[in-house]
Structures are given as C-alpha cells and as structure tokens.
C-alpha cells in the first residue's frame, strides 16, 4: 500500500499520461486498504483473515465524451497503457453535456482541515484473538446464552488520494478497529440471536471487549419467547440501531442525481418543513475520528458541515458536478468515488440532534405500541415514499417495554412518518449516520 504522498504523485502521473495521450480533462483516484480479522467460536479459534488491495482509477474527458477505467497494475507501463485507451474510449463514447471536472474555484486550495483519523497503535493476531475470546467469553456467560455464532476481532488501514488535470492534488489515510460477537439464547425452535458490534477509528474509542459480550448475549436472551401481535396502527419507537436507516432514505431522496431524474418522493420539497419543528440534521464531514470524515470529496472539492434539515425544514440536495450542471446548481461537495464510473454521492457523518424528552417519557403515553429492534427486507420506494418492513423487537404496554414481539411488518410512508417523527434524548454518536431513539405515530402494523 502507497503512502498518501506516493498516492498522489502517483494519481498526478496518471494524469498526465492521459492529457500526453489527448485528454481534455482528467482526474485520477487511487484507493487502498489492508484489514486483518480473527474471529473465534466456542472457544476456538475459527477464522484468521488478512486483506489487501489497491486500485487506481482514471477519468478522461475528449469532446465531449468520457470514459472511465481502472487498474490494479500500478506500472508505468500499465499506467502508460490505461491511459491510451481511457482517451481511445472517451473519444468513442456518447456525447454528454454534464459530464466534466467539478468548478475550479470550487477546489479545496487550504489546508485540510485535523481528522485525527489515524491510530498509530495496531493488535498482533495473538491480540485480536484475545480480544475476540473475551468478548464471546462475556456473551456466553450471560444467563439464557446456549451457544455461539462467534466474536471477533479486527484491525484496518486506508490510503485515499486524488488529482486533477486543473490544479487538485490530495490525499489522507485512515485506520479502523472493530469487535463483535453473535451469539444464540434458547433451545431448539425457541431459540434467538443477537448481536453487538462497534467500529472506531481510535481502539481506545472502542467498548471494551467484556462490554460487547455482555451486550450481544443480554440482547439475545431478551428476545427469547416472542409473542405474536394483532394488527393494527400504533405508534412505533425505532431503536438507534435500525432508526439510522430511516435517515439513510432522507439521503437517498435528497441525492441530485435523484433528483435530476425526478425520482425522489422528496422532489417538490425543498426549503419546506419535512420533519416536526424543532428537528435539526447535521452532516459534519469533519468530525475528528468520524468514520465518514474527509477533507476532500470525490471531486477535490472542500467538504464542510452544513445542516440538511434546519428546525424541520429540507435545506437543499447533495450534488456532485453532473447532476448540480444538470441542475443548474452549485456542487455541495458530496461526491463519492469508487472503484469505477462516475462519481456518485454520499453524506458525511450525520446526526438527527436529540430532543428534550427520555425514552421513558417518549413512550409514556403509549396505550399499545411496538419498539423495534431489528429491521428485515427493503420493501421501500424512493419514488412514492412508500415504507414497508419486517421488523421484531418490544411491545409497549401502557407507558412500559413489554415482551418481545417478532414476525411483524410496519408501514407507512416516509414523507408522512418523518412529519411525525419524535426523537428522544439519547443520542450515541459512533456510527456513519447516529439518532437517538424516534418514535412516529400512525404506522400500521401487520402481525397476526
């Protein structure tokens, strides 16, 4: 794996090559990662896993056409070579007048701003292994816990750099640090699984191994002997754990490409209240430490914290280059690069803030409703909004978490649950996208 610094001279030559080969236009992205994993059962240890891979991808642009290809041969013959035909296909290609490099202006030119992204510790396999056994150590003792799926334990490294045929020229590097464990609680056909995981940047922002254990094998004993719901509408409370995903769709629908296709129920609602007053979502792409922090985004273009829902009301659209030509906008910074094609788009680090009340008092008043802990299918249009799912989780009884419930689907759709969506105070930030626990009134649930 390149240095960031060997990254970007690297990117730098690419380019390059491709205006010596007749590119108008090109930028090139170099992406990197190495992980190591060990994962234990019962005990023993079960896997031992060790990942490495980079790739370099050039865009070209020739008229107006464009072309992208990639490589994990990093020669300079290869490059050489790449370079040729990228221009050879860009010349071929169809003719498409939003495609290009993002505004110049609009590049980062300042230092990047501290992410604090890097761990200089590491774990040896022997360390990993340790950590692993302690966690499923923790989870198997937990009362009710009758067997194992497995813990683990793991470590990671990044490279991500970028340059352009008009003036960018950048690169970062980032580490990671994971645990889990899965275990079963229950005999035979009563029996449940559970999980817990966490990932940081920095081990020591990590719980504790004996934490996650502990954990996974309380959430698994919880969900043991679930009863069986009548239909009905209820209030349901999503947990932190899947109300993420809620968010995850407001990032769909406000995405440009969307958009620019007209294919986001949330396409006539700009500068319109979407969510309750009082509701504020944030995306902080440079949080220190934030798995999703970056100083640049896909297009070398300088990332900044913005507000996506301001008391209740949608600010605007994620754009990169094409879709904000597409659109007659401003890129917002948001483009996301992968190992091919054009750039597409992602958030980053984003928080729903928390309210004012508890979980207690949120649910409170609930005569009969559902708390859902796990989220299953992706029965969820873009286009209409329309939101169905298979869920399990708690029922509430009269203000109280009651038994488990499983089997179940709720349903509603998205522009009419994120209007009524209540969230507590108990925000946790250490994912990509962080809640607190929400609750939204008027979903239909399915059971029996």
Not at 26 to 31: Q, R
Not at 47 to 68: I, N, P, Q, W, Y
Not at 218 to 238: H, I, T
Not at 432 to 441: F, N
Request: proline share 5%; aromatic share 4%.
């Amino acid at each position: 794996m390149l240095s960031p610094e060997q990254a970007q001279a690297r990117c730098q030559a690419l380019v390059e090559r491709a205006r010596a080969a007749g590119a108008d236009a090109a930028d090139a992205i170099y992406l990197a990662d190495g992980s190591q994993t060990v994962r234990v059962r019962l005990g023993a240890l079960e896997d031992v896993e060790r990942s490495e891979g980079e790739h370099a991808s050039l865009r070209v642009f020739a008229g107006r056409g464009s072309a992208t290809i990639g490589t994990t041969d990093l020669s300079d013959a290869a490059l050489a070579e790449l370079a040729s035909r990228a221009v050879a296909m860009a010349h071929a290609a169809p003719e498409d007048k939003y495609a290009g490099l993002a505004p110049a202006q609009l590049l980062l030119r300042d230092p990047p701003p501290a992410l604090d992204s890097v761990d200089a510790s590491a774990f040896s396999p022997a360390e990993l292994r340790a950590r692993a056994e302690e966690a499923e150590d923790a989870a198997r003792a937990v009362s009710g816990v009758t067997n194992s799926e497995g813990a683990g334990a793991g470590i990671g490294e990044a490279v991500v750099a970028l340059a352009t045929s008009h003036g960018f020229s950048g690169g970062y590097a980032t580490t990671s640090h994971s645990l889990s464990a899965s275990v079963i609680a229950g005999e035979g056909a009563g029996m449940q699984r559970d999980y817990a995981w966490r990932a940081a940047r920095h081990a020591e922002d990590l719980l504790s191994p004996e934490e996650i254990g502990r954990l996974a094998g309380e959430r698994a004993v919880a969900r043991l002997k679930p009863a069986a719901l009548a239909s009905g509408p209820r209030p349901v409370v999503f947990d932190p754990r899947v109300g993420g995903s809620l968010i995850g769709h407001l990032l769909g629908a406000i995405s440009g490409a969307a958009i620019a296709r007209k294919a986001s129920f949330l396409l006539d609602r700009e500068g319109e209240r979407v969510f309750a007053p009082g509701v504020t979502i944030r995306d902080d792409p440079h949080r220190p430490r934030g798995l999703r922090s970056r100083p640049f985004d896909g297009e070398g273009l300088a990332t900044s914290p913005r507000a996506l829902v301001e008391d209740g009301r949608l600010t605007g659209w994620l754009m990169d280059s094409a879709a904000a030509r597409q659109l007659g906008r401003t890129p917002t910074g948001h483009a996301a690069r992968g190992h091919g094609g054009p750039p597409g788009v992602s958030a980053g680090n984003v928080i729903l803030e928390p309210g004012t009340a508890s979980v207690a008092e949120l649910i409170a008043d609930i005569a009969d409703g559902v708390l859902v802990t796990e989220l299953i299918g992706h029965g969820v249009n873009g286009v209409t909004g329309d939101y169905s799912r298979g869920a399990s989780g708690f029922r509430i009884v009269d203000g109280e978490i009651a038994g488990p419930v499983a089997g179940i689907t709720v349903a509603g759709n998205l522009r009419e649950m994120f209007a009524r969506m209540t969230p507590a105070n108990d925000l946790e930030v250490y994912r990509g996208i962080d809640v607190p626990t929400l609750r939204v009134d008027g979903m239909t649930v399915a059971g029996e």
